[in-house]
Protein backbone atom coordinates (compact mmCIF):
# COMPACT_ATOMS: atom_id res chain seq x y z
CA UNK A 1 0.00 0.00 0.00
CA UNK A 2 1.33 3.32 -0.85
CA UNK A 3 1.84 5.60 1.43
CA UNK A 4 -0.82 8.94 1.72
CA UNK A 5 0.67 11.73 -0.82
CA UNK A 6 2.05 14.30 1.78
CA UNK A 7 -0.16 17.67 1.81
CA UNK A 8 1.36 20.87 1.14
CA UNK A 9 1.19 23.16 3.65
CA UNK A 10 -1.65 25.48 4.17
CA UNK A 11 0.51 28.38 3.80
CA UNK A 12 2.33 27.02 0.45
CA UNK A 13 -1.39 26.26 -0.90
CA UNK A 14 -2.98 29.55 -0.36
CA UNK A 15 -0.26 30.97 -2.18
CA UNK A 16 -0.40 28.29 -4.60
CA UNK A 17 -4.06 29.54 -5.95
CA UNK A 18 -4.55 31.34 -8.59
CA UNK A 19 -4.29 35.01 -9.08
CA UNK A 20 -7.68 36.84 -8.54
CA UNK A 21 -9.07 37.44 -12.32
CA UNK A 22 -8.15 40.76 -13.99
CA UNK A 23 -10.89 43.14 -13.45
CA UNK A 24 -10.69 44.30 -17.32
CA UNK A 25 -10.51 42.02 -20.70
CA UNK A 26 -8.56 44.27 -23.14
CA UNK A 27 -11.97 44.98 -24.72
CA UNK A 28 -13.73 45.91 -21.75
CA UNK A 29 -10.34 47.96 -20.69
CA UNK A 30 -10.73 50.14 -23.35
CA UNK A 31 -13.88 50.96 -23.51
CA UNK A 32 -13.19 52.03 -19.69
CA UNK A 33 -10.82 54.29 -21.12
CA UNK A 34 -12.10 58.20 -21.20
CA UNK A 35 -9.44 58.50 -23.97
CA UNK A 36 -10.82 55.86 -26.32
CA UNK A 37 -14.43 57.58 -25.76
CA UNK A 38 -13.02 61.19 -26.38
CA UNK A 39 -10.75 59.84 -29.50
CA UNK A 40 -14.12 58.41 -30.37
CA UNK A 41 -16.78 61.56 -29.74
CA UNK A 42 -13.97 63.63 -31.57
CA UNK A 43 -13.69 61.04 -34.87
CA UNK A 44 -17.73 60.75 -34.60
CA UNK A 45 -17.46 64.71 -34.53
CA UNK A 46 -15.52 65.18 -37.29
CA UNK A 47 -17.07 62.51 -40.01
CA UNK A 48 -21.15 63.85 -38.86
CA UNK A 49 -19.49 67.95 -39.25
CA UNK A 50 -18.44 66.69 -42.73
CA UNK A 51 -21.95 65.36 -44.19
CA UNK A 52 -23.99 67.99 -42.31
CA UNK A 53 -22.10 71.14 -43.42
CA UNK A 54 -20.16 71.96 -46.40
CA UNK A 55 -17.77 74.26 -45.01
CA UNK A 56 -15.80 71.83 -42.26
CA UNK A 57 -13.79 69.22 -44.26
CA UNK A 58 -12.41 72.81 -46.50
CA UNK A 59 -8.66 72.64 -46.17
CA UNK A 60 -9.21 75.99 -45.05
CA UNK A 61 -11.30 75.00 -41.70
CA UNK A 62 -9.48 71.96 -41.15
CA UNK A 63 -6.05 74.40 -41.03
CA UNK A 64 -7.78 76.95 -38.56
CA UNK A 65 -9.47 73.88 -36.75
CA UNK A 66 -6.03 72.21 -35.99
CA UNK A 67 -4.15 75.77 -35.17
CA UNK A 68 -6.66 77.18 -33.10
CA UNK A 69 -6.37 73.81 -30.56
CA UNK A 70 -2.97 73.75 -30.94
CA UNK A 71 -2.58 77.02 -28.85
CA UNK A 72 -4.91 75.32 -26.01
CA UNK A 73 -3.21 71.95 -26.77
CA UNK A 74 0.05 73.38 -25.75
CA UNK A 75 -0.46 75.09 -22.75
CA UNK A 76 -2.76 71.88 -21.69
CA UNK A 77 0.36 69.33 -21.41
CA UNK A 78 2.28 71.69 -19.21
CA UNK A 79 -1.33 71.39 -17.18
CA UNK A 80 -1.38 68.02 -17.14
CA UNK A 81 1.89 67.76 -15.37
CA UNK A 82 0.79 69.83 -12.91
CA UNK A 83 -2.47 68.28 -12.51
CA UNK A 84 -1.09 64.71 -12.11
CA UNK A 85 1.56 65.56 -9.13
CA UNK A 86 -2.05 66.79 -7.77
CA UNK A 87 -1.67 70.58 -7.90
CA UNK A 88 -3.52 72.93 -9.96
CA UNK A 89 -2.28 75.94 -11.94
CA UNK A 90 -4.80 79.06 -13.04
CA UNK A 91 -2.40 81.74 -13.69
CA UNK A 92 -1.71 80.09 -16.93
CA UNK A 93 -4.28 83.01 -18.98
CA UNK A 94 -2.06 85.72 -17.30
CA UNK A 95 1.34 83.78 -18.40
CA UNK A 96 0.37 84.02 -21.74
CA UNK A 97 -0.88 87.32 -21.52
CA UNK A 98 2.22 88.70 -19.48
CA UNK A 99 4.45 86.86 -21.97
CA UNK A 100 3.37 87.99 -25.08
CA UNK A 101 3.21 91.68 -23.94
CA UNK A 102 6.66 91.04 -22.54
CA UNK A 103 7.73 89.47 -26.36
CA UNK A 104 6.03 92.50 -28.45
CA UNK A 105 7.22 95.29 -25.85
CA UNK A 106 10.76 93.91 -26.70
CA UNK A 107 10.37 93.79 -30.34
CA UNK A 108 8.26 96.91 -30.69
CA UNK A 109 11.21 98.74 -29.41
CA UNK A 110 13.73 97.24 -32.16
CA UNK A 111 15.37 94.17 -30.80
CA UNK A 112 15.64 90.83 -32.33
CA UNK A 113 13.23 88.09 -32.67
CA UNK A 114 15.47 85.97 -30.68
CA UNK A 115 15.64 88.84 -27.50
CA UNK A 116 11.64 89.20 -28.03
CA UNK A 117 11.17 84.74 -27.58
CA UNK A 118 14.22 85.29 -24.88
CA UNK A 119 12.46 87.42 -22.88
CA UNK A 120 9.15 86.38 -23.59
CA UNK A 121 10.17 82.69 -22.49
CA UNK A 122 12.15 83.48 -19.15
CA UNK A 123 9.15 85.78 -18.44
CA UNK A 124 6.66 82.82 -18.51
CA UNK A 125 9.22 80.71 -16.78
CA UNK A 126 10.06 83.08 -13.96
CA UNK A 127 6.09 83.10 -13.42
CA UNK A 128 6.24 79.41 -13.29
CA UNK A 129 9.24 79.63 -10.81
CA UNK A 130 7.62 81.59 -8.36
CA UNK A 131 4.62 79.40 -8.40
CA UNK A 132 6.79 76.61 -7.76
CA UNK A 133 8.80 77.63 -5.30
CA UNK A 134 5.85 78.90 -3.66
CA UNK A 135 3.96 75.30 -3.72
CA UNK A 136 6.40 72.89 -3.43
CA UNK A 137 9.24 74.87 -0.67
CA UNK A 138 6.63 76.62 1.46
CA UNK A 139 4.26 74.13 1.21
CA UNK A 140 1.52 76.75 -0.05
CA UNK A 141 -1.86 75.81 -1.52
CA UNK A 142 -1.68 75.66 -5.51
CA UNK A 143 -4.94 76.98 -5.79
CA UNK A 144 -4.21 80.26 -4.02
CA UNK A 145 -0.53 80.65 -5.03
CA UNK A 146 -1.55 80.58 -8.74
CA UNK A 147 -4.68 82.71 -8.19
CA UNK A 148 -2.63 85.30 -6.67
CA UNK A 149 -0.26 85.03 -9.31
CA UNK A 150 -3.11 85.11 -12.02
CA UNK A 151 -3.91 88.57 -10.54
CA UNK A 152 0.23 89.93 -10.44
CA UNK A 153 0.38 88.36 -13.96
CA UNK A 154 -2.57 90.32 -15.83
CA UNK A 155 -1.54 93.64 -13.63
CA UNK A 156 1.89 93.19 -15.19
CA UNK A 157 0.99 93.23 -18.20
CA UNK A 158 -0.66 96.55 -17.87
CA UNK A 159 2.08 97.85 -16.16
CA UNK A 160 4.66 96.89 -19.26
CA UNK A 161 1.99 97.24 -22.19
CA UNK A 162 1.43 100.74 -20.82
CA UNK A 163 -1.85 99.96 -21.94
CA UNK A 164 -1.80 99.29 -25.27
CA UNK A 165 -2.30 97.67 -28.59
CA UNK A 166 0.99 96.31 -29.81
CA UNK A 167 1.11 95.77 -33.65
CA UNK A 168 4.31 97.07 -34.83
CA UNK A 169 7.19 94.45 -33.95
CA UNK A 170 10.15 96.52 -35.05
CA UNK A 171 12.75 94.81 -37.86
CA UNK A 172 11.82 91.15 -37.00
CA UNK A 173 7.99 91.55 -37.13
CA UNK A 174 7.60 89.72 -40.34
CA UNK A 175 9.91 86.64 -38.41
CA UNK A 176 7.12 86.69 -35.63
CA UNK A 177 4.21 87.23 -37.90
CA UNK A 178 5.46 83.79 -39.84
CA UNK A 179 6.42 81.52 -37.35
CA UNK A 180 2.87 82.04 -35.50
CA UNK A 181 0.79 82.39 -38.51
CA UNK A 182 2.40 80.64 -41.51
CA UNK A 183 2.34 77.45 -42.31
CA UNK A 184 4.79 74.21 -43.40
CA UNK A 185 4.14 71.65 -45.86
CA UNK A 186 0.20 72.69 -45.53
CA UNK A 187 0.52 72.30 -41.79
CA UNK A 188 0.15 75.92 -39.68
CA UNK A 189 3.28 76.24 -37.60
CA UNK A 190 2.08 76.21 -34.24
CA UNK A 191 0.49 72.51 -34.96
CA UNK A 192 3.89 71.54 -35.64
CA UNK A 193 5.16 72.63 -32.24
CA UNK A 194 2.33 70.91 -30.76
CA UNK A 195 3.66 67.63 -32.04
CA UNK A 196 7.28 68.22 -31.32
CA UNK A 197 6.04 69.07 -27.69
CA UNK A 198 3.63 66.12 -27.60
CA UNK A 199 6.10 63.71 -28.65
CA UNK A 200 8.57 65.43 -26.21
CA UNK A 201 6.05 65.24 -22.94
CA UNK A 202 5.17 61.42 -23.98
CA UNK A 203 8.84 60.17 -23.97
CA UNK A 204 9.64 61.66 -20.98
CA UNK A 205 6.82 60.79 -18.68
CA UNK A 206 6.93 57.06 -19.79
CA UNK A 207 10.99 57.02 -20.37
CA UNK A 208 12.48 59.74 -17.86
CA UNK A 209 13.30 58.99 -14.30
CA UNK A 210 11.22 62.57 -13.84
CA UNK A 211 8.11 61.59 -15.79
CA UNK A 212 8.22 59.16 -13.77
CA UNK A 213 8.55 60.60 -10.25
CA UNK A 214 5.89 63.24 -11.29
CA UNK A 215 3.64 60.23 -11.23
CA UNK A 216 4.47 58.59 -8.07
CA UNK A 217 4.02 62.28 -6.51
CA UNK A 218 0.95 62.16 -7.26
CA UNK A 219 0.46 58.57 -6.54
CA UNK A 220 1.44 59.29 -3.07
CA UNK A 221 3.65 62.24 -2.26
CA UNK A 222 3.90 60.25 1.29
CA UNK A 223 5.21 56.99 -0.34
CA UNK A 224 7.98 59.16 -3.40
CA UNK A 225 9.32 61.11 -0.01
CA UNK A 226 10.35 57.95 1.85
CA UNK A 227 11.72 56.06 -0.81
CA UNK A 228 14.29 58.93 -1.75
CA UNK A 229 11.95 60.86 -4.53
CA UNK A 230 13.02 64.24 -4.46
CA UNK A 231 9.84 65.59 -4.28
CA UNK A 232 10.25 69.33 -3.57
CA UNK A 233 12.17 69.42 -6.70
CA UNK A 234 9.79 67.79 -8.64
CA UNK A 235 6.72 69.99 -7.80
CA UNK A 236 8.80 73.23 -8.65
CA UNK A 237 9.79 71.37 -11.45
CA UNK A 238 6.08 70.83 -12.99
CA UNK A 239 4.96 74.51 -12.49
CA UNK A 240 8.40 76.35 -14.25
CA UNK A 241 7.89 73.84 -17.08
CA UNK A 242 3.68 75.48 -16.90
CA UNK A 243 4.64 78.32 -17.11
CA UNK A 244 6.78 77.76 -19.87
CA UNK A 245 4.82 76.12 -22.24
CA UNK A 246 2.45 79.22 -21.52
CA UNK A 247 4.58 81.28 -22.57
CA UNK A 248 5.42 78.86 -26.14
CA UNK A 249 1.75 79.54 -26.70
CA UNK A 250 1.66 82.89 -26.34
CA UNK A 251 4.64 83.37 -28.49
CA UNK A 252 3.27 81.64 -31.36
CA UNK A 253 -0.43 83.34 -30.77
CA UNK A 254 0.61 86.65 -31.34
CA UNK A 255 2.70 85.70 -34.35
CA UNK A 256 -1.00 84.42 -35.77
CA UNK A 257 -2.95 87.48 -33.97
CA UNK A 258 -0.61 89.95 -35.20
CA UNK A 259 -1.46 92.49 -32.67
CA UNK A 260 -1.63 92.49 -28.91
CA UNK A 261 -4.03 93.22 -26.40
CA UNK A 262 -3.80 93.68 -22.56
CA UNK A 263 -6.62 91.12 -22.44
CA UNK A 264 -4.80 88.50 -24.22
CA UNK A 265 -5.16 85.03 -22.71
CA UNK A 266 -7.47 86.22 -20.25
CA UNK A 267 -9.93 83.26 -19.68
CA UNK A 268 -7.24 81.08 -21.51
CA UNK A 269 -6.83 78.69 -17.99
CA UNK A 270 -10.13 77.12 -18.01
CA UNK A 271 -10.10 76.27 -21.71
CA UNK A 272 -7.13 74.69 -20.82
CA UNK A 273 -7.80 72.96 -17.98
CA UNK A 274 -11.04 71.96 -19.79
CA UNK A 275 -9.24 69.93 -22.33
CA UNK A 276 -6.58 68.52 -19.55
CA UNK A 277 -9.64 67.03 -17.83
CA UNK A 278 -11.83 65.80 -20.85
CA UNK A 279 -8.32 64.02 -21.57
CA UNK A 280 -8.58 61.96 -18.90
CA UNK A 281 -5.96 63.71 -16.05
CA UNK A 282 -7.36 63.17 -12.99
CA UNK A 283 -7.50 66.25 -10.96
CA UNK A 284 -6.94 64.26 -7.61
CA UNK A 285 -3.47 63.83 -9.28
CA UNK A 286 -1.99 60.55 -10.54
CA UNK A 287 -3.32 59.88 -13.75
CA UNK A 288 -2.99 61.48 -17.59
CA UNK A 289 -1.29 60.79 -20.67
CA UNK A 290 0.49 63.36 -23.16
CA UNK A 291 -1.98 62.00 -25.94
CA UNK A 292 -5.43 62.33 -24.37
CA UNK A 293 -4.61 65.90 -23.02
CA UNK A 294 -3.80 66.74 -26.92
CA UNK A 295 -7.09 64.69 -28.06
CA UNK A 296 -8.91 66.46 -25.20
CA UNK A 297 -8.14 69.98 -26.40
CA UNK A 298 -9.01 68.58 -30.24
CA UNK A 299 -12.63 67.63 -28.83
CA UNK A 300 -13.15 71.25 -27.62
CA UNK A 301 -12.37 72.79 -30.68
CA UNK A 302 -13.85 70.52 -32.83
CA UNK A 303 -17.18 71.30 -30.62
CA UNK A 304 -16.69 74.83 -30.60
CA UNK A 305 -16.23 74.48 -34.52
CA UNK A 306 -19.17 72.45 -35.19
CA UNK A 307 -21.38 74.92 -33.00
CA UNK A 308 -19.82 77.82 -35.40
CA UNK A 309 -20.33 75.83 -38.79
CA UNK A 310 -24.13 74.99 -37.66
CA UNK A 311 -24.90 78.91 -37.21
CA UNK A 312 -25.47 78.48 -33.69
CA UNK A 313 -25.09 81.74 -31.18
CA UNK A 314 -21.61 81.66 -29.95
CA UNK A 315 -23.05 82.26 -26.50
CA UNK A 316 -24.04 78.26 -26.32
CA UNK A 317 -20.32 77.36 -26.59
CA UNK A 318 -19.78 77.74 -22.73
CA UNK A 319 -22.59 75.61 -22.18
CA UNK A 320 -21.88 73.34 -24.16
CA UNK A 321 -18.14 72.69 -23.73
CA UNK A 322 -18.87 72.97 -19.94
CA UNK A 323 -21.06 70.37 -20.01
CA UNK A 324 -18.50 68.12 -21.99
CA UNK A 325 -15.91 68.64 -18.66
CA UNK A 326 -19.14 67.50 -16.35
CA UNK A 327 -19.80 64.47 -18.52
CA UNK A 328 -15.73 63.79 -18.69
CA UNK A 329 -15.42 63.59 -15.03
CA UNK A 330 -18.70 62.07 -14.11
CA UNK A 331 -17.04 59.61 -16.81
CA UNK A 332 -13.50 59.51 -14.31
CA UNK A 333 -15.37 58.93 -11.10
CA UNK A 334 -17.72 55.94 -12.67
CA UNK A 335 -14.82 53.96 -13.96
CA UNK A 336 -12.67 54.87 -10.68
CA UNK A 337 -15.53 53.27 -8.51
CA UNK A 338 -14.36 50.08 -10.69
CA UNK A 339 -10.64 50.37 -9.90
CA UNK A 340 -10.79 51.72 -6.21
CA UNK A 341 -10.90 47.81 -4.87
CA UNK B 1 29.90 39.83 16.84
CA UNK B 2 26.18 40.56 16.17
CA UNK B 3 24.81 42.20 13.37
CA UNK B 4 23.54 44.55 15.13
CA UNK B 5 24.10 45.57 18.78
CA UNK B 6 22.20 48.66 21.05
CA UNK B 7 23.80 49.55 23.94
CA UNK B 8 22.07 51.71 26.65
CA UNK B 9 20.05 53.54 23.94
CA UNK B 10 18.01 56.17 25.42
CA UNK B 11 16.18 58.74 23.86
CA UNK B 12 14.55 61.82 25.03
CA UNK B 13 12.49 64.86 23.34
CA UNK B 14 12.52 67.56 25.45
CA UNK B 15 11.27 66.40 28.86
CA UNK B 16 9.43 63.53 27.62
CA UNK B 17 11.50 59.86 28.12
CA UNK B 18 10.86 57.98 25.10
CA UNK B 19 13.32 55.43 25.44
CA UNK B 20 15.39 54.69 28.23
CA UNK B 21 18.94 52.45 28.53
CA UNK B 22 17.67 49.79 25.79
CA UNK B 23 20.23 47.28 25.11
CA UNK B 24 19.82 44.71 22.55
CA UNK B 25 21.47 42.16 19.99
CA UNK B 26 20.61 40.52 16.69
CA UNK B 27 21.93 37.61 14.85
CA UNK B 28 21.52 37.51 11.36
CA UNK B 29 18.13 35.54 9.93
CA UNK B 30 16.98 35.85 13.15
CA UNK B 31 13.23 37.45 13.86
CA UNK B 32 12.47 39.17 16.99
CA UNK B 33 9.01 40.45 17.85
CA UNK B 34 9.27 43.74 19.65
CA UNK B 35 5.81 44.30 21.70
CA UNK B 36 5.01 46.80 23.74
CA UNK B 37 1.41 48.87 24.35
CA UNK B 38 0.45 51.64 22.83
CA UNK B 39 3.42 54.40 24.17
CA UNK B 40 6.16 51.96 25.14
CA UNK B 41 8.71 52.99 23.30
CA UNK B 42 8.64 50.17 19.80
CA UNK B 43 8.24 53.17 17.28
CA UNK B 44 10.60 55.08 19.00
CA UNK B 45 13.34 52.40 19.28
CA UNK B 46 12.81 51.14 15.07
CA UNK B 47 13.25 54.85 14.35
CA UNK B 48 16.14 55.23 16.03
CA UNK B 49 17.76 52.41 14.79
CA UNK B 50 16.18 53.05 11.23
CA UNK B 51 17.70 56.34 11.49
CA UNK B 52 15.16 58.62 11.42
CA UNK B 53 16.53 60.42 14.46
CA UNK B 54 19.87 59.66 16.54
CA UNK B 55 19.38 58.45 20.04
CA UNK B 56 20.08 60.96 22.92
CA UNK B 57 22.46 58.62 24.78
CA UNK B 58 24.03 55.28 24.18
CA UNK B 59 25.68 53.64 20.95
CA UNK B 60 24.78 51.24 17.94
CA UNK B 61 27.27 49.11 16.74
CA UNK B 62 26.52 46.90 13.49
CA UNK B 63 29.42 43.57 12.86
CA UNK B 64 30.78 45.71 15.50
CA UNK B 65 31.61 48.43 14.40
CA UNK B 66 29.87 51.78 15.89
CA UNK B 67 27.25 53.65 13.80
CA UNK B 68 25.79 57.12 13.77
CA UNK B 69 22.67 57.74 11.39
CA UNK B 70 21.92 61.28 10.29
CA UNK B 71 18.76 60.38 8.10
CA UNK B 72 17.38 57.38 7.07
CA UNK B 73 19.38 56.66 3.81
CA UNK B 74 22.19 56.49 6.10
CA UNK B 75 20.97 53.35 7.77
CA UNK B 76 19.82 52.13 4.05
CA UNK B 77 23.13 52.39 3.27
CA UNK B 78 24.10 50.18 6.50
CA UNK B 79 21.56 47.40 5.07
CA UNK B 80 18.92 48.42 7.63
CA UNK B 81 15.44 49.10 5.58
CA UNK B 82 12.24 49.70 6.91
CA UNK B 83 8.47 48.34 5.77
CA UNK B 84 6.17 50.92 6.86
CA UNK B 85 2.71 49.94 8.19
CA UNK B 86 0.89 51.87 5.34
CA UNK B 87 3.52 50.40 3.02
CA UNK B 88 4.86 53.33 1.05
CA UNK B 89 3.12 52.33 -2.20
CA UNK B 90 1.96 54.25 -5.25
CA UNK B 91 -1.29 52.95 -6.07
CA UNK B 92 -0.72 54.44 -9.63
CA UNK B 93 2.44 52.54 -10.34
CA UNK B 94 3.18 49.17 -11.43
CA UNK B 95 4.70 46.79 -8.68
CA UNK B 96 8.01 46.79 -10.48
CA UNK B 97 7.71 50.63 -10.74
CA UNK B 98 6.99 50.59 -6.80
CA UNK B 99 10.31 48.50 -5.86
CA UNK B 100 12.53 50.39 -7.85
CA UNK B 101 11.41 53.74 -6.72
CA UNK B 102 13.76 55.86 -5.93
CA UNK B 103 16.69 53.66 -7.45
CA UNK B 104 15.49 53.33 -10.91
CA UNK B 105 18.29 51.65 -13.11
CA UNK B 106 18.94 53.55 -16.30
CA UNK B 107 20.75 53.20 -19.61
CA UNK B 108 22.23 55.68 -21.89
CA UNK B 109 24.64 58.15 -20.40
CA UNK B 110 24.33 61.84 -18.80
CA UNK B 111 21.09 63.54 -19.10
CA UNK B 112 20.36 61.40 -22.11
CA UNK B 113 19.01 58.40 -19.48
CA UNK B 114 16.03 56.47 -19.93
CA UNK B 115 14.31 54.41 -17.71
CA UNK B 116 15.23 50.19 -18.16
CA UNK B 117 12.07 48.92 -18.02
CA UNK B 118 14.26 45.24 -19.06
CA UNK B 119 15.82 45.19 -16.14
CA UNK B 120 12.95 46.39 -13.51
CA UNK B 121 10.65 43.71 -14.80
CA UNK B 122 12.70 41.02 -14.71
CA UNK B 123 15.10 41.73 -11.20
CA UNK B 124 11.15 42.51 -9.59
CA UNK B 125 10.12 39.06 -11.21
CA UNK B 126 13.30 37.15 -9.48
CA UNK B 127 12.63 38.90 -5.90
CA UNK B 128 8.88 38.33 -5.93
CA UNK B 129 9.68 34.79 -7.14
CA UNK B 130 12.21 34.31 -4.47
CA UNK B 131 9.39 35.78 -1.83
CA UNK B 132 7.36 33.01 -3.58
CA UNK B 133 5.10 35.56 -4.40
CA UNK B 134 2.49 35.23 -7.36
CA UNK B 135 2.69 39.16 -7.75
CA UNK B 136 3.12 39.98 -11.48
CA UNK B 137 5.83 42.86 -12.08
CA UNK B 138 3.46 44.60 -14.69
CA UNK B 139 0.55 44.58 -12.66
CA UNK B 140 -0.74 48.15 -10.67
CA UNK B 141 -0.53 48.23 -7.52
CA UNK B 142 -3.91 49.26 -7.25
CA UNK B 143 -5.63 46.39 -8.29
CA UNK B 144 -3.44 43.80 -5.94
CA UNK B 145 -4.50 42.29 -2.37
CA UNK B 146 -2.85 43.21 0.60
CA UNK B 147 -0.72 40.52 0.73
CA UNK B 148 0.74 41.22 -2.67
CA UNK B 149 1.09 44.97 -1.83
CA UNK B 150 3.20 43.42 1.32
CA UNK B 151 4.98 41.42 -1.22
CA UNK B 152 6.04 44.35 -3.12
CA UNK B 153 7.11 46.39 0.17
CA UNK B 154 9.10 43.48 1.23
CA UNK B 155 10.49 43.12 -2.20
CA UNK B 156 11.94 46.48 -2.31
CA UNK B 157 13.98 45.76 1.00
CA UNK B 158 15.78 43.19 -1.23
CA UNK B 159 16.95 45.31 -3.79
CA UNK B 160 19.69 46.76 -1.36
CA UNK B 161 20.29 43.26 0.30
CA UNK B 162 18.87 44.33 3.08
CA UNK B 163 20.24 42.67 6.38
CA UNK B 164 17.98 43.97 8.70
CA UNK B 165 14.61 45.03 7.52
CA UNK B 166 12.12 46.58 10.57
CA UNK B 167 8.26 45.49 9.84
CA UNK B 168 5.70 48.30 11.53
CA UNK B 169 2.74 46.24 11.83
CA UNK B 170 2.66 44.54 8.71
CA UNK B 171 -0.37 42.11 9.87
CA UNK B 172 -2.69 44.87 11.34
CA UNK B 173 -5.12 46.02 8.85
CA UNK B 174 -5.45 42.57 6.09
CA UNK B 175 -7.14 39.87 6.23
CA UNK B 176 -6.89 36.49 7.83
CA UNK B 177 -6.10 34.34 4.61
CA UNK B 178 -3.11 37.31 3.59
CA UNK B 179 -1.75 37.14 7.72
CA UNK B 180 -0.47 33.89 6.33
CA UNK B 181 1.35 35.18 3.49
CA UNK B 182 2.91 37.71 4.99
CA UNK B 183 4.27 35.35 7.66
CA UNK B 184 5.40 33.28 5.03
CA UNK B 185 7.25 36.23 3.48
CA UNK B 186 8.81 36.73 7.04
CA UNK B 187 10.24 33.62 6.89
CA UNK B 188 11.45 33.44 3.21
CA UNK B 189 13.48 36.51 4.44
CA UNK B 190 14.42 34.72 7.66
CA UNK B 191 15.59 31.76 5.25
CA UNK B 192 18.09 33.95 3.56
CA UNK B 193 19.87 35.42 6.85
CA UNK B 194 18.03 38.52 7.44
CA UNK B 195 17.25 39.26 10.19
CA UNK B 196 13.66 41.09 11.03
CA UNK B 197 12.62 43.38 13.79
CA UNK B 198 8.53 42.44 13.78
CA UNK B 199 6.37 45.50 15.79
CA UNK B 200 3.30 44.04 16.75
CA UNK B 201 0.59 44.00 18.66
CA UNK B 202 -1.00 40.69 17.19
CA UNK B 203 0.24 37.81 19.83
CA UNK B 204 -0.36 34.19 17.40
CA UNK B 205 1.72 36.35 15.22
CA UNK B 206 4.86 36.95 17.09
CA UNK B 207 4.95 33.89 18.49
CA UNK B 208 4.34 31.90 15.11
CA UNK B 209 6.97 33.46 13.28
CA UNK B 210 9.12 35.12 15.92
CA UNK B 211 12.83 33.29 17.75
CA UNK B 212 12.61 36.10 20.38
CA UNK B 213 10.16 38.22 21.57
CA UNK B 214 11.21 41.61 23.03
CA UNK B 215 8.77 43.31 25.07
CA UNK B 216 8.59 47.03 25.77
CA UNK B 217 6.91 49.07 28.50
CA UNK B 218 7.22 52.90 29.13
CA UNK B 219 10.70 53.05 27.50
CA UNK B 220 12.12 50.44 29.03
CA UNK B 221 13.32 46.57 27.83
CA UNK B 222 11.12 44.62 30.57
CA UNK B 223 11.56 41.32 28.56
CA UNK B 224 13.95 39.31 25.98
CA UNK B 225 14.00 35.60 25.18
CA UNK B 226 13.47 32.98 23.22
CA UNK B 227 9.38 32.33 22.68
CA UNK B 228 9.57 28.84 23.46
CA UNK B 229 10.73 29.79 26.71
CA UNK B 230 7.99 32.13 27.04
CA UNK B 231 3.75 32.37 26.43
CA UNK B 232 1.60 34.71 25.49
CA UNK B 233 0.10 34.89 28.74
CA UNK B 234 3.75 35.68 30.39
CA UNK B 235 4.22 38.68 27.47
CA UNK B 236 0.53 40.35 27.67
CA UNK B 237 1.34 40.31 31.70
CA UNK B 238 4.61 41.72 30.80
CA UNK B 239 2.84 44.53 28.50
CA UNK B 240 0.44 45.14 31.25
CA UNK B 241 2.96 45.77 33.61
CA UNK B 242 1.04 42.38 35.79
CA UNK B 243 4.53 40.61 35.29
CA UNK B 244 7.22 43.05 35.82
CA UNK B 245 9.88 41.85 34.31
CA UNK B 246 11.43 38.61 32.35
Request: aromatic residues 8%; glycine residues 12%.
Amino acid sequence: MNDPPERPSPISRLLDEPQAEKSHTRWTGLLASQVFWVVLATIVGCIVLSFVTSTFATQQNIFNVTRNFAFVAIVALGMMAVIVTGGIDISVGSTIGISGIVLSVVMNAGYSIWAGIGMGLLTAGLVGLVNGLLIAYLDMQPFVVTLGMLSVGRSLALVFSGSRTIFDFGPDGSQLLALGGGSTFGVANPVWFLVVLAVLFWFAFRWTRWGRYVFAVGGNRHAANLTGVPVRRIICSVYVLGGLMAGVAAILEVGWLGAVTTGLGTGDELRVIAATVIGGTNLVGGVGSAFGTVVGAALIEVIRNSLILLGVDAFWQGTVVGSFIIIAVLFNRLGGERQGN
Amino acid sequence: MSLLELKGISKHFGAIQALTDVTLSLEPGQVVGLMGDNGAGKSTLAKVIAGNFPPSHGEMLIDGKPVHFGKPLDARAQGIEVVYQDLALCDNLTAAANVFLGREPRLGFGPLRILDYATMYRRAGELFKQLKSETRPRDLVRQMSGGQRQAVAIARTRLSDARLVIMDEPTAAISVRQVAEVLDLIKRLSEHGIAVILISHRMPDVFSVAHRVVVMRRGRKVADKGTEASSPEEVTGLITGAIAAA
